[in-house]
């Protein structure tokens, strides 16, 4: 099935590529503050651990494979890294330095995640810095090589407060290291369909760089990738999403006191990412406030993409989504949307105008969307209040110079 991407230009898909990658750390800027509230902080660190152990292996070997940088050194553990939601670029400022293939180190001269986290206090600080930094880490390495470790050389808390860069680390590969096995949770999500879901290949005569082969880059410049290959970006971020928002809804039916909660916590988790999400790529598109805005918005919206996992087709003044793989994964997004569930599509499209609505009909599996105006402005849903919260629903990217690291 042709990738909704395709439909933007390669220019428009350099910009939105990072915003997806941004949209994707999000995820957890929304659905933690649920689960603090449902089980406490220190659960929540557990569902964050499980959320990400699960998810991270399986998008990491994917985005290798797409974008032909498979290997087992610390080079193809980085390039993971510039193509993660757990670290969108700039965002989370992660700066290399590779002393051999077995040895690089990093720094993050900006976190957004801790200056997210810092205001909350010093215990919230250590569960992301220390619980939850130490296992999931050595879970996305392990993808490329069970030999690898990420180890602390500082981090948060900070001492002095002002203290940066935010935190450095070492990645280290030797034999001597036990190997890292893969937590419970991905045993789980391995097993779903978005796990194995098959795109479109890149096409290598497209003009632009078709992969990332070759030297190892400091900040990657999307605008040099071909229009096939960003298209290829972009749905596997929307992946690495649906990914991670599986492996989230298993970590807290394992809590949860039955499934309605699970599913409530899951579905206030969308709802507060979906509508950030549509302000950002609403604005970095300069799309029109209006009810095409709306739509084009919609089509474009992790939600419903890619088209191969989530089928839906955008017409003139409406979206109609049919029975896919999505909903045969049970935990997808599109799952906890229908017609009596509808305030993740109304998050959507009020991100684009408030006085906008929708008016769904049909079953749950096979329902059709059609935007309104309202004369009333809707308030802003209280899902959406508490992701903007986080820096990154105001975060602006900046131009940066794409210059190969050479090894020391």
């Given at each position: 099935?042709t990738?909704r991407f395709?439909t933007?230009?390669?220019?428009?898909l350099a910009v939105?590529?990072?915003?997806?990658?941004?949209?994707?750390?999000?995820?957890?800027?929304?659905?933690?503050?649920?689960c603090?509230?449902a089980?406490?902080?220190?659960?929540?660190?557990?569902?964050?651990?499980?959320?990400?152990?699960?998810?991270?292996p399986?998008?990491?070997?994917?985005m290798q494979?797409a974008l032909?940088?498979?290997g087992d050194?610390?080079v193809?553990i980085?390039?993971?890294l510039?193509l993660?939601?757990?670290?969108?670029?700039q965002?989370m400022?992660?700066?290399y330095?590779i002393?051999?293939?077995?040895?690089?180190e990093?720094?993050?001269?900006?976190?957004?995640?801790?200056?997210?986290?810092?205001?909350?206090?010093e215990?919230?600080?250590?569960?992301?810095c220390?619980?939850?930094?130490?296992?999931?880490?050595?879970a996305?390495?392990a993808?490329?090589?069970?030999?690898?470790?990420?180890?602390?050389?500082?981090?948060?808390p900070?001492v002095p407060?002002?203290?940066t860069?935010?935190?450095a680390w070492?990645?280290?590969?030797?034999e001597?290291?036990?190997e890292?096995?893969?937590?419970p949770?991905?045993?789980?999500?391995i097993?779903?369909?978005?796990?194995?879901?098959?795109?479109d290949?890149?096409?290598?005569?497209?003009?632009?760089?078709?992969?990332?082969?070759?030297?190892?880059?400091s900040?990657?410049?999307?605008?040099?990738?071909?229009h096939?290959?960003?298209?290829?970006?972009?749905?596997?971020?929307?992946v690495?999403?649906?990914?991670?928002s599986?492996?989230?809804a298993?970590?807290?039916?394992?809590r949860?006191?039955?499934?309605?909660q699970?599913?409530?916590?899951?579905?206030?988790?969308?709802?507060?990412?979906?509508g950030?999400?549509?302000e950002?790529l609403h604005?970095a598109?300069?799309?029109?406030?209006?009810?095409?805005?709306?739509?084009?918005?919609?089509e474009?919206?992790?939600?419903?993409n890619?088209?191969?996992?989530?089928d839906?087709?955008?017409?003139?003044?409406?979206?109609t989504?049919?029975?896919?793989l999505?909903?045969?994964d049970?935990d997808?997004?599109i799952?906890?949307?229908d017609?009596?569930?509808?305030?993740?599509?109304q998050?959507?499209?009020?991100?684009?105008?408030?006085?906008?609505?929708?008016d769904?009909?049909?079953p749950?599996?096979?329902?059709?969307?059609?935007?309104?105006?309202?004369?009333e402005?809707?308030?802003?849903?209280k899902?959406v209040?508490?992701t903007?919260?986080?820096?990154?629903?105001?975060f602006?990217?900046e131009p940066?110079?794409?210059?190969?690291?050479?090894?020391?």
């Open positions: 099935m990738s395709a933007l230009t390669r220019e428009q939105v590529v990072p915003e997806l990658l941004l949209i994707g750390q999000l995820i957890d800027r929304s659905g933690m503050a649920w603090i509230s089980f406490g902080r220190d659960v929540m660190g557990e569902i964050a651990i499980e959320e990400w152990a699960g998810a991270s399986i998008y990491a070997k994917r494979r032909g940088f498979e050194d610390v193809t980085i390039k993971g510039q993660d939601i757990g670290a969108p670029p965002f400022d992660f700066r330095t002393r051999s293939p077995w040895h690089a990093f720094r993050l001269d900006h976190c957004g995640a801790l200056l997210d986290v810092e205001p909350m206090g215990d919230y600080v250590k569960v992301m220390h619980d939850i930094e130490d296992p999931t880490f050595d996305t390495a993808a490329t090589n069970p030999k690898a470790q990420f180890r602390p050389i500082h981090r948060p900070r407060a002002d203290r860069p935010h935190c070492t990645i280290i590969i030797d001597s290291h036990p890292v096995e893969h937590l949770p991905y045993h789980h999500v097993t779903k369909h978005a796990a194995s879901l098959e795109l290949p890149i096409d290598p005569t497209d003009e632009g760089r078709a992969d990332y082969s070759g030297p190892l880059l900040d990657l410049d999307f605008g040099a990738f071909s096939s290959a960003l298209v290829r970006i972009a749905d596997e971020v929307c690495q999403m649906h990914l991670l599986l492996s989230y298993h970590a807290v039916r394992q949860a006191t039955d499934e309605h699970t599913r409530g916590i899951a579905r206030s988790c969308l709802v507060g990412l979906a950030i999400a549509a950002r604005r598109l300069g799309l029109p406030a209006d009810e095409k805005g709306a739509l084009r918005t919609l474009l919206h992790p939600l419903l890619p088209a191969a996992y989530v839906a087709d955008v017409a003139a003044d409406s979206v989504v049919r029975p896919s999505a909903h045969a049970g997808s997004w799952t906890l949307v017609p009596a569930n509808p305030a993740a599509l998050a959507i499209v009020r991100a684009v105008d408030p006085h906008l609505d929708v769904l009909t049909g749950a599996d096979g329902w059709t969307a059609r935007v309104v105006r309202r004369e402005p809707a308030r802003e849903a899902e209040e508490v903007r919260f986080s820096a990154g629903a105001r602006s990217f940066r110079r794409s210059l190969p690291i050479t090894p020391l």
